[in-house]
Structures are given as C-alpha cells and as structure tokens.
C-alpha cells in the first residue's frame, strides 16, 4: 500500500494535504495511489452545494458544519474555486465565514482550482473526495462557484446535490434553461426571509412535480444561514436522499451511471495523455497557423497517433 496512504489510516492530517495535493499536480504515482485510496471502501456521505454567486451557499455550508458537528461526525469540505488565467491557482471564494472551523481537528477545509478543465469541475476534485473519504471523513460537501459547467459537473461527483436559489434574484430563469432539473437531488431557497420566496417555491414545486417517481420527490427546504434557520432540516433531507440512494433500484442505477461516467473519463485523461507525449516527441508536424483547418489537422494527428503510438 502506498506510504501516504499508510500514513493516512493513522490519520496524518499532512499525508491527506499531500495526497490531495498529488493528484492536482497529476503526479507520475496518483493512479496507484488512488487504487490504493479506492480500496478502503466508500463510507462517506457526499453532498453537493452549488447555485449563482451571492446566493449564501459559504454562509449555509458553514452553518452546515455546525450542524453536522454537533452530531459528532466529522468533515471535510472542498471548495472548488475559478482558476487563475495568470497562476493557475484558485481563485479564493468567501471562505472567511468558515473561519471558526479552521482549529477543530474534525474539520478540514480545502480550497481547489478549475484547472481549466473541459467542465467546471477538475478531475482531481473526484480524486480528492475520494481521499477525504479513505482518510476517514463521516461527511464530505463540495461547494461550486456555481456558474457555467460547474452546476451540471458536480453531480457526477458528489450522491446528493443541493441547488441553492435566492428570491427575486434571477435564479427562476436559471432553473428552466440551465438543466438544473437533471442535477438536483435537493433545492435550498436561501434568504428566506427576503420578498417573494413563496413565489419561487411554487414555481419550484411546480417543477418538482413534473419531474417525480412514486419513490423520490425532490425536496424544497428554506433556509435563512445567517440566523441558522432551517439547517437542521435541510441535514435531514440530505441524509434521507441518502439513504434513498442505497436501498432503492432507482439510486443504484444512479450511482451505477456515475460510475460508468468515472471510468470513461479515466480512460479519456489516459488517451488524452498519452496523444500530447506522441506529438511533443514528433519533429515533422505540420506548422499550425491561424489560417489552418482545424478539423483537417485533428483527423491528420489523430490518424498519425494511432499508427504510430495508439496500437503501440
């Protein structure tokens, strides 16, 4: 077994960092490490939250950790923030309201890149779900910046997705053109206190209505995070959807799907790896200028790789 991964069943908070920290970095050992990680089994319940900036979601995972303490579970949260178009780094969010969790050993909070990935999620967040997971965590939350692909990738990382919506702010015309219907597991109307929450959630029931099976309906929770309203039952709805999802065929199915969609990527990235090393070794490509075709080229180099380095 790997030597971080030893050190992490003796809970070795540094080994976890470093893990982490290798799998973003695409270290030449990550995929035996993670072999090594995926064999101490699944435990953790994995919940995501996104929704549009400004819609409180720090504020309520915040209140969440709390919450989830106060049960004696422990957690870790993966912030996935817009990278850098200069560093590469993330492009740190609000993460001063969880501040208070910074000391309590139960907590580990950690802040990830897009890494310009091909959807908003890097594949590295999957990895370090499942490495917080192997560590030990009872509960892990992934926050999204919540906009663009990021909305539609978390649900292939995470079992329950929590879309997060605000009265009178826009978000009614995300939920119809944004393929939100197809990602939440669960809708938080945040700022529950604000005008015109009861008009959203009757459109949002109208919605969920439309979408539901005799054995799952998608549940609608207010929540008010900065006077921790409603956070207790929005834990429960999270923990029932859980549930759901390991005794019912529906969630097999489900969580079947999200792993077929795992390994196809997996095999992707390695494709994809292995097509960048075969050109960067080759010497008499076509120069590409701003006038070439595109599509002629790909078909070209593509061909060229399978000849000479795909079959290898």
């Not at 993670?34 to 504020?59: N, R």
């Not at 492009?91 to 890149?113: E, P, Y």
């Not at 309203?229 to 923990?239: A, C, R």
């Not at 390991?246 to 095999?267: F, K, M, N, P, W």
Request: glycine share 8%; charged share 30%.
């Amino acid at each position: 077994m790997h030597e971080l991964v030893e050190r992490m069943r003796k809970k070795d908070i540094r080994a976890l960092a470093r893990a982490i920290t290798m799998v973003e970095n695409d270290h030449p050992e990550k995929l035996p490490l993670l072999s090594d990680v995926f064999s101490l089994g699944k435990h953790a319940i994995y919940v995501g939250l996104t929704g549009s900036p400004g819609a409180g979601k720090s504020s309520l995972v915040n209140q969440l950790i709390t919450h989830i303490r106060k049960e004696r579970m422990t957690v870790a949260v993966i912030a996935v923030d817009p990278t850098s178009p200069f560093s590469g780094g993330a492009l740190l969010g609000d993460r001063i309201r969880m501040n208070q969790h910074f000391t309590d050993d139960g907590v580990f909070i950690r802040s990830m890149a897009t890494r310009g990935s091909l959807g908003g999620l890097s594949r590295a967040t999957k990895d370090a779900i499942r490495i917080c997971d192997a560590y030990g965590f009872d509960v892990i939350i992934v926050e999204t910046v919540g906009v663009g692909q990021s909305e539609l990738d978390i649900m292939k990382v995470v079992d329950t997705t929590a879309v997060v919506l605000t009265p009178n702010s826009g978000d009614v015309l995300q939920i119809f053109k944004a393929g939100i219907m197809e990602i939440a597991n669960l809708f938080v109307i945040n700022k529950a206190d604000l005008q015109g929450v009861e008009k959203l959630k009757a459109l949002l029931r109208e919605l969920v209505m439309m979408s539901a099976t005799e054995e799952h309906i998608i549940p609608i929770v207010k929540t008010i995070s900065t006077e921790k309203q409603g956070i207790d039952e929005l834990w429960e709805k999270i923990k029932e959807h859980h549930d759901y999802l390991y005794r019912t065929r529906s969630g097999e199915r489900q969580r079947r799907e999200q792993l077929e969609l795992e390994v196809y990527e997996l095999i992707r990235e390695e494709i994809w790896r292995d097509v960048i090393a075969f050109l960067k070794e080759k010497d008499d490509l076509p120069l590409i200028e701003a006038s070439s075709d595109p599509y002629r080229l790909a078909i070209k180099l593509l061909a060229e790789w399978k000849r000479e380095g795909g079959n290898s």
